[in-house]
């Protein structure tokens, strides 16, 4: 049974970085083809995808926050983690991490319940 | 903006049918790329509904289906129920983002 769970601070100021963590159990980081995604969501407003990282270290981001992101794994711990800089009010969202699964593309089998992160000085 | 169009709203009868469009482009869902589609219930995470155009996991619904058509995807919902009303996304890959799109999300509404 594949479960991930995030964690991380509940407020920032702006200009900070965010630092989150998804823990995850069920499956391995290193097998070929696993995947974890980072996904956030403003209040009341859409799914906006964010950064990917491989089995094989390989590492997407979106390019319009590229500069801003970085996305690392610990496979012993079973953990991914997702650093955002300069963060800024806009930012504050529900941050998601989830197990991505292949496919023409791919898509997002299992999520997390998501962490609520606020930026406000 | 999202890179996937969706209606921002649906609204049914009980069991009646309703269907949730998804409108791409030749980057994504016109590449040949596969759409998937998330239920998410109010204050809870996504939740995997439609994966591959038109593949339930297990534990979801005969009544939800999905079919794609050159740029486009649908999401249809037969026998509607009140548990159904919940928040849509379509979801696909984008070769210009070398990433994951979703779509503006629906609001499906049970009358």
């Known amino acids: 049974q594949i479960t991930l769970k995030e964690s991380g601070p509940t407020l920032v100021k702006p200009t900070q970085t965010l630092t989150l963590t998804c823990s995850f159990s069920?499956?391995?980081?290193?097998?070929?083809?696993?995947?974890v995604g980072w996904i956030r969501q403003p209040p009341g407003k859409a799914l906006e995808w964010l950064a990917l990282i491989y089995w094989d270290d390989d590492k997407r981001y979106r390019p319009t926050l590229k500069s801003r992101l970085t996305i690392t794994k610990d496979t012993s711990k079973n953990r991914v983690v997702l650093t955002m800089a300069n963060m800024d009010p806009v930012d504050t969202a529900t941050y998601y991490c989830a197990h991505r699964r292949e496919g023409a593309g791919y898509y997002f089998d299992f999520w997390g319940q998501g962490t609520l992160v606020t930026v406000s000085s | 903006q999202s890179v996937l169009t969706q209606p921002p709203s649906v609204s049914g009868a009980p069991g009646q049918r309703v269907t949730i469009s998804c409108t791409g482009s030749?980057?994504?869902?016109?590449?040949?790329?596969?759409v998937h589609w998330y239920q998410q219930l109010p204050g809870t995470a996504p939740k995997l509904l439609i994966h591959g155009n038109n593949n339930r996991p297990s534990g979801v619904p005969d009544r939800f289906s999905g079919s794609k058509s050159d740029t486009s995807a649908s999401l249809a919902i037969t026998g509607l129920q009140a548990e159904d009303e919940a928040d849509y996304y379509c979801q696909s890959y984008d070769t210009s983002l070398s990433g994951s799109v979703f779509g503006g999300g629906t609001k499906l509404t049970v009358l």
């Open positions: 069920g499956f391995s980081l290193s097998t070929s083809g696993v995947g």
């Open positions: 030749s980057s994504n869902i016109g590449a040949g790329f596969d």
